[in-house]
C-alpha cells in the first residue's frame, strides 16, 4: 500500500466532513452525539470483545499492568465513554458566536464570530477511551477529526470507531467526520504531520517521546499536553493548617496526574514550625520524601534531594522539598526547574499573592488552593481535551472553545478603503 | 564561528531580556518606545548613510527598482517610523488584563489573564521599518524580540538596532530586550527555527520561499502571513453602484496587497447589466482583465482567464473575472481557488449576507464593503504585525492582544480537589 497516498486520501476525506460539519445547527450535532453514545453501550459486548484481543496481545507482549490496566475497557468504561459524551450534549455550542462586535469611524460594524477550526489530527496512546472523548469535543466543536491510536489499541479503537461512523451513515452526514488510521505503520504519523492546508491542528496526547516526535515533524500547528513539574510554595505568611492541608491534596490525592505537585517549596521563616508535621503525614500517607539540606537539618533521616530531581516529574508518591528565602527564590526555583503547568501560593499577604500571580508564568498561577484544580471540569469549562503547556492559541485547559477560531465579520453599506 | 552556539546564545539572551520586559509598567514601556521615537529622528543621518551602503550593493546586485524602493529610508520614511512608535504608546497595554473572571461552585474564583508570550522571532525581507515596526509592537506587549533580517538590508538594520538597543542599554532595560542576528548564513535561521523552549513563537514576514522555509523546519509555532487571493461577489440582489465602487476600490486602490481583489465573482442574472460599465472602467485604470467565457459573451476583446489565473494572487492590476450561477457557485468558487484570507459579498438580501458571513471561511468576511478594508487601523485594532493567514491563535490583523497569550489564574482561600 503506498501510505502516502492512503493517508492523503483519508485527509481528503475529512476535510470535506469537516465542510459538512461547519454547517450544522447545534441541535444536529447534540442528536449525532447522543446516538453515539447509546450506540457504544448498546454494543458494548463487542466493544469488550475486540478489547480482549488488545489485551491478550498486550499480555503476550509483557505490557507492565499500568498499560493494561488503562488499556482494559469493561462495561462501567464504556458507561463513563457514553455519559461524556451526553455531557458534551449540554455544553453550549460555540461556533457561531459572535465574541465581540464595534462600531468603526466609518460606519462599518467588525465583529469576530467563532468558527470551526476545520480538521484536528489527534495522535494518542493506549487510553481507547481518548477516541471517544475527543470525537465528541471535536464533532461539537463543528469539526472533523482524523484519529491515530497506538497499535496496542487498534482492536478496541477500531471497534469503537465502527459504532461512531455507524451513527455518521445513518445520520447521512459526510463520513470524513471522524476518519482513522487503520494502518499500524509509524510512517502514517509522519505523513499526518505534512499535511499543511489539509490538516488544521494536531494533538498529540501520550509520552514524552511522542511528543517530541510530533513536535519535531509537523509542519501544521501543534498544541502540546507536555509533561507537569508542579509546585506549591507555603510562604511565611501562609496559613499553615491550609497550607499543609493544600501540599497533601497536592501531592497525595492523585499522584499520577500532571497538575500534581512535585515540589513544595517553604519559606524558611516557617519551616521549622511547618515541616515536622507536615511530612510525618506524608510518611504515613506513602509519599518517599527527597530533602535539600536545610530540610534534612529540621527533618532528617530522608534521602538528599539533587539538582536533577527538581526537573522530574515524579507522576508517583515521590516529593522533593526545599526551604527557600523568600518568595523571590521561590518563583526563582519555579522558572527553573518548572514546566510553567500549574503553581500555587499559601499566603495570607496581599502584595505577595498579586505579585506570585503576575510573575509566575504557567497555565494555571493558584493563590489558596491545589494544583490539582488545574482541570477543564473544576475551571467549569465543560470536558477538556487535554490540558495545553503551550502558549499559543490555548494555554491550560481545553474545551470546546479553544477547538474552534475566530474570523473577523463586517457589516458594512458601501465602505470603501480611502 | 559555531553558529548554533552563536544563535542559541543569542536566544537565551533574549530570554533574560523577556522576564525583564515581562516585569515593566505600561508607564516605562510607553517611555522606552517614545525615546527610541526620538533616538531614530536624531540619528536620521547616520540611519540614510547607512542604508546608503545597502542600496548600493543592491544597485551592484541589479535587483529590481521595486526591491531598491522597499529597501529605501529616507527622511519621510524615517519619520514615519518614529511616528509608529508613538502610535503604539498610545495604544492600551494588554499585559495582566483579566479578560473573564467567573466564580465555581467550590467557591475558588477563576479568571483568565493576558501575559506577554516570551520571546518572539521576526524574520523577514527587505522593508527596514519592519524592525521598528516589529520591535515596538513586541515590546509594548512585553515580549522580547529575536529579529532577523534580510541580508540586502543587514546595514540598514543593524544601524537602527543599535538605535534601538542604545536606549534599552539607557534605560537599564535587560539588552536581551532586542536581539539582532547579524551573521548572513541561512543556518542561522535554520538553527532559530529549532529553539524550543527557548523562542516561543516565530512570525516569518515575506516572501512565499522563506514562509515556506520557515513553516518546513519549524519545531516552534509560527504564524504565517501567507497570501491573499480575494474575491468579491456581485450578488443579484447587489446595489449595482455600491457594487461598482467596492469592486473598484479592491482591486484598484491599492493593488500591491494582500486584500486586494483578484477575482471578481458576478451573478448571471446581472452580469449583462452590469459588467460592461464594470470593465470598461477597470479598463479605464490600467486594469488588466481575463474573463470566463460567459464574461467574453458580455464583454468581448479581453483575454481568456485559465483555471490557473483563479489561483494566483496577481499583486497588480489584473483581474480575473467570472460570472456564476448563484452565490452557491460564488462560494464553492472562492473555497476551491480563495487564500481564506479577505473574501466580500455586494448584496441587499438579509439572508444570503448571513449566509455568506456564516459560511466563507476565510479570515475577514464582508458584507457591502471593500475587502482593502481588512487591516489593523481600519478594524480599530490600532497597529498590526500582520495579517495572520492562520488560523490557530490569532486569524487575520494581528494587533498587541495577540501577542500576548492568557494564563488561568485561581483566588481561592483553601480549595481541595475532592
Redesign the interface.
Known amino acids: 500500500m503506498d501510505i502516502k497516498e492512503y493517508v492523503m486520501r483519508k485527509a481528503r476525506e475529512a476535510k470535506e466532513g469537516a465542510?459538512a460539519l461547519?454547517?450544522l445547527s447545534s441541535k444536529e450535532k447534540n442528536n449525532i452525539l447522543q446516538r453515539m453514545a447509546e450506540a457504544l453501550k448498546k454494543k458494548r459486548k463487542t466493544l469488550i470483545e475486540e478489547n480482549q484481543k488488545d489485551i491478550q496481545c498486550a499480555e503476550q507482549k509483557g505490557l507492565s499492568k499500568a498499560l493494561i490496566d488503562r488499556l482494559t475497557l469493561n462495561e462501567k468504561r464504556i458507561e463513563e465513554m457514553a455519559k461524556g459524551l451526553m455531557e458534551v450534549t449540554a455544553l453550549p455550542d460555540p461556533v457561531?458566536e459572535i465574541t465581540k462586535m464595534?462600531k468603526?469611524p466609518n460606519g462599518?460594524t467588525?465583529g469576530k464570530?467563532r468558527?470551526p477550526?476545520?480538521v484536528i489530527g489527534i495522535i494518542y496512546e493506549s487510553r481507547p477511551n481518548v477516541t471517544v472523548d475527543a470525537t465528541g469535543l471535536c464533532l461539537k466543536a463543528g469539526n472533523a477529526v482524523i484519529l491515530r491510536g497506538g497499535s496496542e489499541a487498534i482492536n478496541s479503537n477500531k471497534a469503537i470507531v465502527d459504532v461512531l461512523r455507524n451513527i455518521v451513515k445513518e445520520e447521512a452526514l459526510h463520513e470524513g467526520a471522524i476518519t482513522f488510521i487503520d494502518i499500524p505503520e509509524r510512517e502514517a504519523v509522519m505523513e499526518m504531520l505534512k499535511l499543511?492546508g489539509i490538516v488544521?491542528?494536531i494533538i498529540p496526547r501520550g509520552g514524552e517521546g511522542l511528543i517530541r516526535t510530533v513536535?519535531?515533524n509537523a509542519?501544521i500547528?501543534?498544541?502540546k499536553h507536555y509533561k507537569g513539574v508542579c509546585h506549591v510554595f507555603v510562604d511565611r505568611d501562609a496559613?499553615l493548617i491550609?497550607a499543609e492541608?493544600?501540599c497533601f491534596?497536592a501531592k497525595v490525592?492523585?499522584p499520577g496526574t500532571c497538575n500534581a505537585m512535585e515540589t513544595m517549596l517553604v519559606d524558611e521563616s516557617v519551616a521549622e514550625g511547618f515541616l515536622p508535621t507536615m511530612l510525618k503525614k506524608f510518611e504515613k500517607a506513602g509519599v518517599t520524601l527527597k530533602g535539600c539540606p536545610k530540610t534534612l537539618f529540621i527533618y532528617p533521616n530522608i534521602v538528599e534531594v539533587t539538582e536533577e530531581d527538581y526537573y522530574k516529574e515524579y507522576l508517583d508518591l515521590i516529593l522533593n522539598v526545599r526551604v527557600v528565602k523568600d518568595m523571590d527564590e521561590a518563583m526563582a526555583h519555579i522558572?527553573q526547574y518548572g514546566s510553567s503547568h500549574s503553581d500555587a501560593i499559601v499566603t495570607k499577604d496581599y502584595d505577595k499573592?498579586l505579585r506570585f500571580?503576575?510573575?509566575v508564568?504557567?497555565?494555571?498561577?493558584?493563590?489558596?488552593?491545589?494544583t490539582?484544580?488545574?482541570?477543564g471540569y473544576?475551571?467549569?469549562l465543560g470536558a477538556e481535551i487535554g490540558i495545553s503547556t503551550?502558549?499559543?492559541?490555548s494555554?491550560?485547559?481545553m474545551g470546546l472553545e479553544e477547538l474552534t477560531?475566530?474570523?473577523?465579520?463586517?457589516?458594512?453599506?458601501?465602505?470603501?478603503?480611502e
Chains 1, 2 share one sequence.
Open positions: 465542510k461547519a454547517k457561531g464595534w468603526r462599518m467588525v464570530m468558527v477550526i476545520g499543511e488544521d491542528l513536535t519535531e509542519r500547528p501543534v498544541l496559613d491550609m492541608e493544600i491534596n490525592q492523585r522558572a499573592a500571580l503576575k510573575e508564568d504557567s497555565s494555571a498561577v493558584f493563590v489558596n488552593a491545589s490539582r484544580l488545574n482541570d473544576q475551571f467549569g503551550d502558549k499559543i492559541h494555554r491550560g485547559p477560531c475566530t474570523k473577523f465579520i463586517v457589516l458594512g453599506n458601501g465602505q470603501l478603503r
